[in-house]
């Protein structure tokens, strides 16, 4: 198979493969997410995760069928408008932000991969309807339909998982005061079993949401460190599969470029609308410009690529592009930023004042 690159989207078991990394991927970015944080910041992360991702989806998508009139490239919004959870959890080193704005874009990143995955078979449809990719069935509304019950199927398939997991932790006695000796690792068993029995059901069908969610509430205890591991092999297998498709099809330098420069404006133009309808109070200038800028793409934008290029051959080809373009553009605004330059200018006379002030505190009083 990768004697002939070109056939490796088209293997057998390729979707399956596509669908694993990426539950192994979301799974492993909402683990260590401290359930406080998003119930503290729920509305905005809320309104983020589904409308946020919805208008820069869209955003995303006009630019690149107003450039190219390609129909196709509806779904190229999709493969490019979550942000990467690992690179952001990366880059909250700061101490510009505030712990709160750092929250927020942690739990946006982390819940707006599976919402992304849930639109990719809606905008796939919207392609085909326009004339993209080969003939469909159905209809728009069909199709809108067809996402709510998949919604519906991955909170079903959540609320199964967690039950199970309630169940199995109240008959080990590991919740609650009263927790029997011994009963942690017990729990550490059956978590791990029932995380790998869900993620190895939900890659078929794409169920992502449901093991995002399973990641707040199910955690592996002396596994987690296992966790990290396999996630970084998942994003080295995902990354190698794009380096193999990409060096099979053409690269659209062009095409990518425009995508990426699209993802990154849609960013910023929906954190402007969200932080001035939802967040009180406003955030601060360094909050704002971590979240405005905060875009970037990693392994979810890689698999979903993966995953569409059966379908819409060439998406890896511009992709692959645009992912280079919205990361190289979000370590330059970083850099840039006026609230770097404003501290760096105030570092030298602050540092000195503070000096003097210590100094003064700890001169002995006379007498």
Known sequence: MLTHPQNLSHA????????????????????????????RSFRVVLVAVTVGVLVKASLIATVMVLAFDRPEYLVLGIAVAQIDPLSVAATQKSDRVSPRAKAILSVWAAFDDPMTVLLTLYFSALAVRYGAGPAGDGSVVTDTATVFVDLLLNLGLFALVAALWWAAAAWLGSRGPARRAGARPAADVVA??????????????????????????????????GLETAVALAFLIASALLGVVLASGEVFLREGLVLGASAFAAQLVVTLLISRLLVRPRLAWPDLA????????????????????????????VVGPAIVTVNLLHHT??????????RDLSTAPESQHTATAIGQEMKPEPG
């Open 192 to 225: 791990l079993a029932l995380v790998v029995a869900l993620i190895l059901f939900a890659a078929q069908d794409m169920m992502v949401l449901a093991v995002a969610l399973t990641g707040l509430f199910v955690r592996l205890g002396r596994f987690g460190a």
């Open 12 to 39: 057998t078991g390729y979707q399956y493969a596509a669908g694993l990394l990426l539950a192994i991927g979301l799974y492993g970015s909402t683990h260590d997410i401290d359930f406080a944080e998003v119930r």
């Open 333 to 342: 605004f970083q850099w840039a930023r006026v609230d770097r330059w404003r």
């Open 290 to 317: 971590h979240l405005g800028f905060g875009q970037q793409n990693g392994i979810t934008a890689i698999l979903l690529a993966l995953a569409l290029e059966p379908r819409f051959p060439g998406t890896v080809g």
